[in-house]
């Protein structure tokens, strides 16, 4: 197959740009590793891109804009992307994503959309969400710190906002902190492929797992995350993910966070090869 490798712009991987690079690179690896043609451009050269001569886009972009145009051009119908372009803006937005798992059926924190309205805010909390809860941006992927903010108080909120509003965003969520273990996990739908670990041993983009603190080692069913994960990935037409869940001291889990293709930094190899073989096996 000719296959084309779209990498990700360093801006879209915040504290993380060596490590999106190095799984980009692996899986490319692997790809002609298998026998595949396989040629790669920047995130900056998609508009110009003429797709229908290759049998596989992989893709890591993320700029909205770009992807905007690859969507009203339909170019999914002429070629298969992995992850698909629809799928990719859909993650984009944490409010999008919160819906499309409460229609799932998936375990989340409480959360309270985008709305027209000014949020109502009171000192107990943002409607029936109390303090302390989160702020989290809805206008793409997180580039900066203060895209995903932890309020305590009313006053942080109105500081995060206030904050949001003069990076220019216009749409943000309201979801309640769940107390527990934070765990990542990373996955590839269609695969055996799942890793988990906790998070304060990893890398930390913006140091917000601290808020949780050290694991207590909460025992959970690692099997039941990936069969929801994959169920949402599927939905998303993302076959290649990760994501954030807090465990309870019950071992009920809640999904807080999902992203189309993480750097895989703590499982590169395997997840690498699971790639791979996702990407030789799609079907639309």
């Known amino acids: 197959m000719r296959i084309i490798g779209i990498r990700r712009e360093s801006n879209y991987s915040p504290n993380m740009a060596g490590n999106d690079a190095a799984i980009f690179t692996a899986v490319m690896d692997e790809l002609k590793a298998m026998g595949h043609e396989v040629i790669f451009i920047d995130e900056n050269e998609v508009v110009d891109m003429d797709f229908r001569a290759y049998d596989r886009v992989v893709t890591m972009a993320r700029d ?13 119908k ?11 803006l859909t993650c984009s937005d944490k409010a999008a994503v919160a819906n499309m798992m409460q229609e799932l059926g998936i375990p989340q924190p409480a959360f309270i959309p985008p709305q027209n309205e ?3 805010i009171s000192e107990k909390g943002v409607g029936n969400i109390p303090f302390p809860l989160w702020l989290k941006k809805c206008d793409g992927c997180a580039e900066y710190s203060l895209d995903t903010s932890f309020c305590p108080t009313k006053r942080d909120l109105e500081n995060a906002v206030r904050r949001m509003r003069s990076i220019g965003y216009q749409h943000w969520m309201v979801q309640a902190h769940q107390k527990g273990d934070l765990v990542k996990f990373y996955g590839v739908e269609g695969t055996e492929f799942f890793h988990w670990q906790y998070a ?31 169920q949402l990935a599927k939905r998303l037409n993302v076959p290649i993910y990760g994501g954030d869940v807090i465990i ?20 590169r190899d395997e997840a690498a090869k699971a790639i791979a073989r996702r990407v030789e096996s799609y079907e639309d």
Do not use: M
């Not at 002429?78 to 698909?84: R, V």
């Not at 930390?204 to 994960?229: H, M, P, Q, V, W």
């Open 64 to 76: 909205i804009k770009s992807l905007a145009i690859l969507r009203e051009r339909n170019v999914e």
């Open 200 to 230: 304060s041993r990893g890398h930390s983009k913006f140091g917000l797992e601290e808020i949780n603190g050290k694991e207590r080692g909460y025992t959970f069913d690692a099997t039941r995350i990936k069969e929801y994960a994959d």
């Open 78 to 88: 002429q070629t298969l992307f992995i992850n698909s372009v629809e799928g990719i």
């Open 118 to 120: 000014p949020l109502p």
């Open 248 to 267: 309870d001291e019950s071992s009920g889990f809640w999904f807080i966070d999902f992203n189309d293709f993480p750097s895989f930094s703590s499982c």
